[in-house]
């Protein structure tokens, strides 16, 4: 059973055209994350919600943002996409609490090709 | 943040092969995992160890919290093996913050 769900896999967009991904899941999870990897590195961490408190990280660019209309969905909205910005998006989950002691759950990603 | 490095970068394995791939923090952590990156991009929950040691299979792993390290152990290795290992922690006062390794690159050959 899927339990984080991305859409679309593959993302196409032109230059400057805004697109929005979407991430759902069916684990009740508190926290949702969106982090953008590019070829050979590691995950990097956009933002993420705990329920509906949005935590940014502090070298986001501002071409980049986040809604979070209910505890399902996250959506993650790339406002003017430059060729840059390329890369593989991955929302994860994870059930969150004080001591942040359980584990992240990823979806399948969502690669993103700029034109 | 929490600075976390992985060791080797890159490895290449003859199936049957074991290895031993490596995670260093920077602070102390109570949040630990394990994931493999598959050829298609997808991160698969291996391991949740902030301390002690768990084995799953052919796959292992040992997380020394006091010295700031953890091991991943995979035995008898598999073409199916392959892919992108990542190690990312959680500190008590990072929040639901996950920062994650350089990764390790692992090719095995048949």
């Known amino acids: 059973d899927a339990m984080v769900i991305q859409n679309p896999r593959y993302q196409v967009t032109q230059f400057g055209k805004p697109v929005t991904l979407s991430c759902s899941q069916t684990?009740?999870?508190?926290?949702m994350y969106w982090y953008q990897q590019k070829s050979s590195q590691a995950p990097k961490l956009l933002f993420h919600y705990y329920d509906k408190d949005f935590n940014n990280e502090a070298d986001t660019p501002d071409n980049f943002q986040s809604r979070r209309p209910n505890t399902s969905f996250c959506f993650l909205d790339i406002r003017s996409p430059g060729l840059g910005d390329a890369a593989m998006y991955l929302c994860?989950?994870?059930?969150?609490?004080?001591?942040?002691?359980?584990?992240?759950?990823f979806g399948p990603g969502t690669r993103l090709t700029v034109l | 943040g929490i600075q976390v490095e992985q060791s080797p970068p890159d490895l290449i394995l003859q199936e049957g092969a074991n290895s031993t791939l490596r995670c260093n923090f920077s602070?102390?952590?109570?949040?630990l995992q394990w994931f493999h990156q598959n050829p298609w991009g997808q991160l698969i929950n291996l391991f949740y160890i902030p301390s002690g040691t768990k084995q799953n299979g052919r796959l292992s792993a040992t997380t020394v919290a006091t010295e700031r390290y953890s091991l991943l152990y995979i035995s008898s290795s598999q073409t199916t093996d392959s892919g992108v290992y990542f190690c990312?922690?959680?500190?008590?006062?990072?929040?639901?913050?996950?920062?994650f390794g350089t990764g390790t690159s692992l090719t095995v050959i048949p």
């Open positions: 990312a922690v959680g500190g008590a006062n990072t929040g639901n913050q996950f920062y």
């Open positions: 602070d102390s952590v109570n949040n």
């Open positions: 684990l009740n999870h508190n926290v």
């Open positions: 994860a989950t994870s059930r969150g609490g004080f001591a942040s002691t359980d584990t992240q759950y």
